[in-house]
C-alpha cells in the first residue's frame, strides 16, 4: 500500500490567496484527520471524519478554514484567504475504527504563506 | 478533557546511553496508548502502542508499559543510536464512544538528540 498521499508536499502562496491542501487515505480505512504542526502549538487536530462524515471540526481555527470528504478515497483541506499565521505542516492522517487502532499519517504539506 | 503530558525536550544522549521520556495522561474512560515518532522532514510514525493496563508495547529495542495507577506510558530504551534522533510524542485515543476511537490526542512532543 502506498500509505496516505498528500499534495502538494510544498506550497508557498501569497496572503489574501486560496489554498487547497488533498489527501488520499489508505484503501479501507473509514476515519480520516487533519492535523496541523507548528512549532509554537505543536500539533493540533482541526477536524476529523469518520465514514466521510465530519465527526468534530472545534480544532478549525476559524471560517477561513474548511474541509470536504467527497469520498472515501479524498479529502481536501481549504484555507481561503490565507493569512501568515496560517503557515505551518498540515498533516492528513488515516485510520479504521476500532478499539486501539493507530492512525497512519502521510508526509504533510509545508505551507507558507507571505 | 483528555490531555497527554511529556517532558520537554530537547533531550540530548551519547550513543548506547539508556533513554528515558516521561509520559502521563488525563483521561475520561479508559484510552488507549500510543508512542509516535517523527524524523526530520516526515510525517509520524507509529511506534509502539498499548491498549489495555499493565500492556507492554515493544518495538525496535523501545518499549512503555500502560500503568493505569500513576496514569503513566514512559518510553525507554536501553542503548540508543545516532539513528534514533527524532522528535517523539506520546499519544491518547478516546474510547468512549465509536465516534470516538481513533481521536487522537497528542503531547507536545520531545526531542532526542543522540551523539556518537
Known amino acids: 500500500d502506498a500509505g496516505v498521499i498528500q499534495s502538494p508536499r510544498h506550497e508557498v502562496t501569497e496572503m489574501g490567496q486560496e489554498v487547497t491542501l488533498r489527501c488520499k487515505p489508505i484503501?479501507?480505512?473509514?476515519?480520516l484527520f487533519w492535523y496541523r504542526q507548528t512549532m509554537m502549538r505543536g500539533l493540533e487536530l482541526l477536524i476529523y471524519f469518520n465514514n466521510n462524515v465530519p465527526i468534530d471540526d472545534s480544532g478549525m481555527p476559524e471560517d477561513r478554514f474548511s474541509a470536504k470528504m467527497p469520498n472515501a478515497s479524498f479529502s481536501t483541506l481549504k484555507i481561503q484567504p490565507s493569512e501568515p499565521r496560517d503557515s505551518a505542516v498540515y498533516f492528513c492522517?488515516?485510520?479504521?475504527?476500532?478499539?486501539?487502532?493507530?492512525?497512519?499519517f502521510g508526509q504533510g504539506t509545508r505551507l507558507t504563506v507571505v | 478533557g483528555d490531555s497527554v503530558t511529556q517532558m520537554e525536550g530537547p533531550v540530548t544522549l551519547s550513543e548506547e546511553a539508556f533513554l528515558t521520556i516521561n509520559c502521563t495522561y488525563t483521561?475520561?474512560?479508559?484510552?488507549?496508548l500510543f508512542w509516535y515518532v517523527q524524523y526530520p522532514g516526515e510525517g509520524l510514525q507509529l511506534l509502539l502502542k498499548a491498549t489495555k493496563a499493565d500492556d507492554k508495547g515493544s518495538n525496535k529495542g523501545f518499549e512503555a508499559t500502560y500503568r493505569k495507577e500513576t496514569t503513566s506510558f514512559h518510553l525507554e530504551k536501553g542503548s540508543v543510536q545516532v539513528s534514533d534522533s527524532a522528535v517523539y510524542f506520546c499519544?491518547?485515543?478516546?474510547?468512549?464512544?465509536?465516534?470516538?476511537?481513533?481521536?487522537?490526542?497528542f503531547g507536545a512532543g520531545t526531542q532526542v538528540v543522540v551523539t556518537p
Open positions: 492522517a488515516s485510520s479504521t475504527q476500532g478499539l486501539g487502532t493507530e492512525a497512519f
Open positions: 483521561a475520561t474512560g479508559y484510552p488507549s
Open positions: 499519544a491518547l485515543s478516546d474510547r468512549r464512544t465509536t465516534d470516538s476511537w481513533g481521536k487522537f490526542q
Open positions: 484503501s479501507g480505512h473509514n476515519s
